[in-house]
Every structure is written in C-alpha cells, then in structure tokens.
C-alpha cells in the first residue's frame, strides 16, 4: 500500500505511526466510535463484525497480514460502520486519518489504489447482501468457507486448512445464520467426507465438492 512513497512521505509515517499489539478478542476500534485512524495488519488476524439493535453479530469481513483497514477515517467526519476485533494475537500499524489523507492528496497512486480496495470491498458487501436474502443457507456457507480458503488456507497433506481460530459462533455470523444450523451442517459435510474438522480448526478435504455446493452445480459435474 504505501511502498512506492517517496522517502520524505515514509519518513512522515514513520515518525507518526504506533504499532500496536492485540490479544485475542481485542478491538482495533469498535462501531459507531469516530473514525480516527487507518490501520495496517501486520501479523495474526482480524475480523470486522456489525452489531445489529437487536444485539446479534453479523461478520462482515476477514483481514489477513498486509490489509488496511478504517480506511474510512482518511475521509474525516466519519464513524466507523462495524467493530473490529483480533481473531488471533495480532499487531497492526495505526496511521491518523488526517495524515492518510494527506499521503492521498500528494500521491496519486496511493489515491487509485485505495479506490480500488473499496470498490472491490463494495461489491463484496453487495454479494453479501444478495446471499443472505436469497441463497439457501448449506450455500451460503460453503461460499463463506471458500472465501476464508481463498484467503486464509493453507495447503496440507489433509486438504487445504484454515490458518486461522474459527469457532463455529463465528462461522454463523459471517454466514448469516445460527450457531445450530452451523453446527448441523459442519457435521453433514464431515461425515460426507468434505471436511476434517478439530477444535477451532476446519480443514477442507474436497474443495471441489463445497464449490459444487456453493455454485449450486448439478452433482454429475463433480468427476471428470
């Protein structure tokens, strides 16, 4: 994100930025607080939850090392829409909203570059959207399952593993559904052979099998 800055621009960041360390379960910042800053992930893992008024989490996002999150605050005047927590024990850079967008307005890559993480973040807010108002829940998470693969997996003798603590709470909150029907659900696919699951720990076994389930294809196209 902020590599290619010119040297007097990184010294500005460097004299400014605060490296924090997190527990598990802390909070980078929390919904509805004034948007203040702009944080990088520089190791462990972080998730953005939104807390509705009837007092039910529903996760929004999972950020692993070298994202940017509050990128919210470089506009100013801003809250924050949704609570972010570590997932694991975690460190992340803290940079002032006003001096990110100060770096945007003299340096135009920075600028672009920001713009296309929040589009790319907008479009998958609205499948998000479109998911849990039309998609059946089994499609729903297997869909949550690949984005997490995609993103957190790592490739094992087993399958491809989750490098992440992941309870199956959180599982139906970034599913948009219960803790009952997740637990349900988990354990179809582990009988079925689809997943290897461990406490906190899912390992998918057939990857091609959940993309089945989650693009809604016909059985017959999983050989071949």
């Known amino acids: 994100m902020l590599g290619d800055l010119p040297a007097h621009l990184i010294q500005r960041v460097v004299e400014t930025a605060r490296v924090h360390q997190l527990e598990r379960g ?24 939104q807390h509705s008024l009837e007092g039910q989490d529903v996760g929004l996002s999972i950020f692993s090392p070298g994202d940017v999150i509050g990128l919210i605050a470089a506009i100013g005047g801003e809250e924050y829409p949704g609570s972010c927590e570590a997932v694991d024990k975690s460190a992340v850079m803290y940079i002032p909203g006003a001096l990110f967008h100060e770096l945007m307005l003299l340096h135009n890559p920075l600028s672009a570059r920001v713009v296309k993480i929040l589009v790319h973040r907008l479009h998958e807010a609205h499948d998000h959207i479109r998911e849990l108002s039309a998609e059946r829940v089994e499609r729903r998470l297997a869909r949550t399952v690949l984005r997490l ?27 948009g559904t219960t803790l009952y029907t997740v637990s ?27 993309v089945v389930i989650a693009e809604d294809l016909p059985e017959k196209n999983t050989d071949g």
Not at 159 to 169: A, K, V
Not at 185 to 204: A, F, P, T
């Open 26 to 49: 802390e909070a980078v910042f929390i919904q509805g607080q004034k948007a203040d800053g702009v944080y990088a992930l520089l190791s462990g893992r972080l998730r953005l939850v």
């Open 149 to 175: 693969a995609s993103k957190v997996g790592v490739k094992t003798e087993r399958g491809i593993r989750l490098d992440m603590s992941l309870s199956r709470q959180d599982l139906a909150e970034l599913s």
């Open 184 to 210: 349900r659900i988990l354990s179809e696919w582990q009988r079925d052979g689809l997943v290897d699951l461990g406490r906190e720990e899912v390992c998918i076994t057939h990857p091609h099998k959940l």
